[in-house]
């Protein structure tokens, strides 16, 4: 069985960094107020699908400390998923309107995370170290992996005749594979 429980986005924050579920309380003619503390919620599956969080767990259960970097470091992160695994934690998110992945160990500790876009949001330097190296092919399809100190460019990018995967970190380029473009441009 799937609970779900609705309160706006702010509290379910702080319930969260604080390892605490509310309970809402309905009061005559002062709404919902929210009071207590639980400690487990059940063994089923919490859903926040309204406030756009989702978890394979009960929230409790999810590491705070992945909860608060994810919040402090993607401060705009929604349509949060939270997977719950024996490798660690995944969470699926979107910020400015960008799918994400962010990757953490079972302790929640912070691994990698991944982003993907279309080669209009590439950083304007990347582009340029392509652009020059390649002249005549557009930048398609990007993923940005990041482990907090270095970024991995893995890029598409494609011209008339060819198409290459290339891996792009610290100002070098590799081609990770090269392909005959068949189809239109």
Same mark, same amino acid.
């Given at each position: ?10 509290? =379910? ?12 309380? /309905?009061?005559?003619? &002062? ?6 503390? *639980? ?8 859903? %926040?699908? @309204? ?7 009960? =929230? ?5 400390? $992945?909860?608060? !970097?994810?919040?402090?470091? %993607?401060?705009? $992160? ?14 699926? %998110?979107?910020?400015?309107? =960008? &799918?994400?992945?962010? !990757? %953490? ?11 993907? !876009? ?11 170290? /392509? &652009?020059?190296? !390649? ?6 399809? /990007? ?10 460019? =893995?890029?598409? *990018? ?15 380029? @590799?081609?990770?594979?090269?392909? /005959? ?5």
């Amino acid at each position: 069985m799937i609970k779900t429980i609705h309160m706006n986005t702010s509290l =379910l924050t702080r319930a969260l960094l604080f390892g605490i579920a509310l309970l809402p309380v /309905v009061s005559r003619g &002062q709404g919902n107020r929210y009071i207590g503390s *639980i400690k487990n919620i059940g063994s089923a599956a919490a859903s %926040f699908e @309204e406030n756009g969080i989702r978890s394979n767990v009960p =929230l409790n259960e999810i590491s705070i400390r $992945a909860f608060r !970097y994810l919040h402090r470091h %993607f401060r705009a $992160a929604a349509g949060e998923s939270w997977v719950k695994s024996e490798d660690g934690i995944t969470v699926n %998110f979107f910020e400015n309107a =960008l &799918q994400q992945q962010a !990757y %953490f160990s079972t302790k929640g500790s912070f691994r990698y995370s991944l982003k993907y !876009y279309t080669g209009k949001d590439l950083t304007r330097e990347v582009a340029f170290l /392509v &652009q020059k190296r !390649y002249p005549g092919y557009s930048i398609d399809v /990007v993923t940005e992996l990041t482990d907090g100190e270095k970024i991995l460019y =893995l890029l598409k *990018i494609k011209n008339s005749s060819s198409l290459k995967s290339l891996s792009v970190c610290d100002g070098r380029i @590799e081609v990770q594979e090269e392909l /005959v473009n068949g189809g239109a441009n």
